[in-house]
Antibody
Framework: EVQLVESGGGLVQPGGSLRLSCAAS????????MHWVRQVPGKGLVWVSL????????TYADSVEGRFTISRDNAKNTLYLQMNSLRVEDTAVYYC????????????WGQGTMVIVSS | SSELTQDPAVSVALGQTVRITCQGD??????VSWYQQKPGQAPVLVIY???NRPSGIPDRFSGSSSGNTASLTITGAQAEDEADYYC????????????FGGGTKLTVL
């Protein structure tokens, strides 16, 4: 079964760091572009970051540029999001997603992991 | 980055047809995709490449696009279609950036 499972969320203080993981099964992560998308509970989806299949292209939303880093471990078939200098406004459910092509359609989504930034 | 604009809420009577729209400059150049999200669940892709349905998505869901406006149409809405719907596409800047619409809450009456 094709599946994505996120982990690593939790409570962190403003200015702190957290690393999210997204374990893929049923497909090879390095064959696909991958995304991170976040959602404040009760609000809309907001794209955060993407990585190309060859790993050479990574892009970020303006709101996280310079603070978040997307990466991948091919041996573990796992995608990561390193989040530094966290702010209260980064509080959200974070989803990873597999790109389907067609201008960034996302066909497979994880169940999400909650990040709460609070003192 | 560009924006995609959606109506915040739309309602439809059970069994009737409803159209949910998404507007943005990027849609003149790039494909749009649509997602359904029910409370407490991850989004589900229902339309990609403007008009294509993934396997398992009922054929009452269809997509279209003209100019800067894309539409998701549900023909014969069912109670289980009540959900939030989001559009997304490539950013119009030409960079590898992604945009989502603000979402439309669909109520089936």
């Amino acid at each position: 079964e094709v599946q994505l499972v996120e982990s690593g969320g939790g409570l962190v203080q403003p200015g702190g760091s957290l690393r999210l993981s997204c374990a893929a099964s049923g497909f090879t992560l390095s064959s696909y572009w991958m995304h991170w998308v976040r959602q404040v509970p009760g609000k809309g989806l907001v794209w955060v970051s993407l990585m190309s299949s060859d790993g050479r292209t990574t892009t970020y939303a303006d709101s996280v540029e310079g603070r978040f880093t997307i990466s991948r471990d091919n041996a573990k078939n796992t995608l990561y999001l390193q989040m530094n200098s966290l702010r209260v406004e980064d509080t959200a459910v974070y989803y990873c997603g597999r790109d389907y092509g067609y201008d960034f359609a996302i066909d497979i989504w994880g169940q999400g992991t909650m990040v709460i930034v609070s003192s | 980055s560009s924006e995609l604009t959606q109506d915040p809420a739309v309602s439809v009577a059970l069994g009737q047809t409803v159209r949910i729209t998404c507007q943005g400059d990027s849609l003149r150049s790039w494909y749009v995709s649509w997602y359904q999200q029910k409370p407490g669940q991850a989004p589900v892709l229902v339309i990609y490449g403007k008009t294509n349905r993934p396997s398992g998505i009922p054929d009452r869901f269809s997509g279209s696009s003209s100019g800067n406006t894309a539409s998701l149409t549900i023909t014969g809405a069912q109670a289980e279609d009540e959900a939030d719907y989001y559009c997304n596409s490539r950013d119009s800047s030409g960079n590898q950036l992604v945009v989502f619409g603000g979402g439309t809450k669909l109520t089936v009456l």
